[in-house]
């Protein structure tokens, strides 16, 4: 067979929710506390511990499912899915699977009317699990239980994509989604998004998909770029050999740039799935979810090109996150850069002390001094730093100072 | 009578029919300081006019229960006393929580004087399948007490304690109660709190009361049911005074009497047990009509499907990484074979094995799928019965009396066991059993049924049976 060869491309991101406790139990998400500090019977599965579902956990995960075009269901399916893994506790972990919460949506991959984009095929919740750590103790692997059941939405697209810059794009525009609708930090380097792979190749025109490989281990956007070019070559040589493809899951080596099969113990599961008996169908009324669907709706009207301008003429989209937050917290020192005003529409900080991740996002409800700002259409830097500085001094590890404007 | 005198009692109670590993082997953990230090306790406070808080309170009775020294089957967890399932992957595990059922005794006024033997991890229906060993019948001790909750019901029987817990997936508790001549009670599932019991499958399980008497299980019930945020499948629904049962009348009482429970193969003993048991109540003017619960013959097919699959995911836990037992092996998944095959019991792997098959690629439609599209069937029957305005059913509570220990070696015979009780867990409904009478001196069971969440109509039915038994000196 000969070219042109067309990737074909599908993603799943995983994705943390900034929740402030779990997603079964009141066990907090905070970043860094010493190993296993975090955790309780639930978490740890002693025996006898039952799951609760955490309801903030949902409003989260449906308004992420909203801001990507889902239809949200009325009712979810929570489902077991079982492997053994020293940091997966339960032995299983709960997901879910013929009855997510969310399917349908949509990705734009640029701006305006019949703009290209993804579909998303579906939006569900899941659990993370614990982190084994293996460099710590010569001849011993560690656990630590602190993530286990951090809430997760995994969002998988349909093999819409067709070149690893689309793909880098999708992910980029993704993030900027759940950024703005403060559904995640969604930072690829620290593990709260993380992205799988899929890849086929066929040739250009064709109808049917080629067999697919799952790439795995990516730790950045443009990780996911060059091992998505990486594979992409590696399937047109097999194919052009005429050799096949085989169904497998590869992993990337960001050093050496390349990819290699996982062994065989690191896939092919069979999870046996089967609904969650612990944990009712997940039923949310209609009411809730217009209402939930609503809001969103405000956000997304704004087009993310005007968005983006705003915060490009504020200087504070193009600051380091450290720099930015001694900008945004030196009492008595101005913006660097940037017009010094800023659409009150866009304003709405994000602080997160411990992880110096700052992001700029929408508040539909502003605080007074922010209101009074909107009204004259622009709020000026020194308003927006007494209230992040207000807030800073009080909050203790982490700290919302969109809350300040909420209140 | 103090809760000193009260549990110290209890102690001599089970020194003189050796409940420990020596005799009947219903007590697989006890601490006996322990216990008569909470009693002294217990007992300061009633003293001080003390609520459990250690708040102030005008209620010189202070607590529902009294001061009352219970026993509690060993896959409940309790804090002080470990909870190991009868199982050695468990040895020596404490819980560092404790389970809401043994909370709310414990603040009503009950002091868990001892852990019980049952079938490793509620797999069984004799509790021979225990790593401590066989519990025996205080009956006639050549015989299993039935199981899985028989350390339990043992107890009850052997006059030790009056109230005591156990658990149902299949009839673990009516069983037990049937062989050993007590009161055993399965609530509605969701009435009561399963926070706290060690999973063997989800969607069945429920904690169960035993008692001497109805009222005792009643009594228990009454403290132990209601609402738990930490059980998502738990209802919030109000729990009537199931004690005030006792002064129902049964007039116009509607007793349906299922034909599927008495096959033309069922013991004629336990028939006539059961139909006596019947024309009492029609006696008292409840009103006994014949009907038919056609899937009933499914139950235990079903049954041995969807709970073997979740037992083999509710077992996951139990690896070796976190607590209880790890044997080495080579490397993780060496480390996971040796400690899981070495730690579970013979029954537990066959149920484990059962239920991974189950689940697996393939088969799942053909097995897990189909179980639970019969187990909607088998609910449906009920619901149709009890919507056809009968109010409670009457059956026996098991197919025999009480078996020779070592008597059933072949698996499926002894599933058999569980054939009129495993349908309530199915469908969700509550039972009780109550002693019905002897056959060769051994006690038979009479079963109640009624409809979700009428444990209140069980109860009434029970009190009846038992006053009219009692009444004309027939207890067994
Ligand atoms: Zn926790």
Known sequence: MAGPWEMVIGLEVHVQL???TKLFCPCSTAFGAPPNANTCPVCLALPGALPVLNRGAVRLAARAAYALGCTVHEESVFARKNYFYPDLPKGYQISQFDRPLATGGFLALEDGPGARGVRIHRVHMEEDAGKSIHDRYPGHSAIDLNRSGTPLIEIVSEPDLRSAADAGVYLRRLKQILEYTEVSDANMEEGSLRVDANVSVRAAGADA???????????????????LEVEFARQVALVERGERVVQQTMLWDAGSGTVRPARSKEESHDYRYFPEPDLPPLRLTSAVLAEWREAVGAQRAEPFQQRERALERSGLRSLEPRKFREVALAPGKQLERGAGEIDAANLGIVLRRERTLFALVPQPQAHPRCG???????????????????????????????DACEA | MSAVAAVEAAFRRADEVRAGPDGLNAFVHVDREAAVAEAAELDRMVAERLDVAGRPTHDAGRSPLGARPIAVKDNIATLGLPTT????????????????????????????????????????????????????????????????????AAAVAAGIVRIALGSETGGSVRQPAAFCGVVGVKPTYGRVSRYGLVAFASSLDQVGVFGKTVDDAAHGLSVIAGHDERDSTSIDLPVPDFRAAARESLEGLVIGRPREYFPDTLDPRIRDVCDAAAERLRGLGAVVRDVSLPHTSLAIPVYYIVAPAEASSNLARFDGVRYGLRLAGDGLTGMYEATRSGGFGAEVTRRILLGTYVLSAGYYDAYYRK???????????????????VHVLLTPTAPTTAFRLGAISDPYEMYLSDIYTATANLAGIPGISVPGGTVD???????????????????????ALERSLTEQGEHP
């Open chain 1, 18 to 20: 900034l929740t402030k």
């Open chain 1, 209 to 227: 998909l080629g067999t697919k490989t799952e790439i795995k281990n990516m730790n950045s956007f443009s990780g996911v770029e060059r091992a």
């Open chain 1, 372 to 402: 009074a700002a909107r009204a004259a259409g622009t709020l000026v830097r020194g308003s927006a730093r007494d209230a992040l500085e207000h807030e800073a001094v009080e909050a203790d590890g982490r700290i919302e100072a969109h």
């Open chain 2, 85 to 152: 399932c009868g199982s050695r992957i468990l040895a020596g595990y404490r819980s560092p929580y404790e389970a809401t059922v043994v909370r709310r005794l414990r603040e009503a006024g009950a002091i868990v004087i001892a852990k019980t033997n049952m079938d490793e991890f509620a797999m069984g229906s004799s509790t021979e399948q225990s790593a401590y060993g066989p519990t025996l019948n205080p009956v006639d001790r050549t015989r299993v007490p039935g199981g899985s909750s028989g350390g339990s």
């Open chain 2, 371 to 389: 179980a639970m599209a019969i187990r909607a069937l088998i609910r449906q029957d009920f619901v149709r019965v009890f919507a056809d305005g």
């Open chain 2, 441 to 463: 001196g051994l006690p038979v069971g009479v079963q109640f049924l009624a409809t979700h969440f009428d444990e209140y109509r069980l109860f009434a039915a029970a009190y």
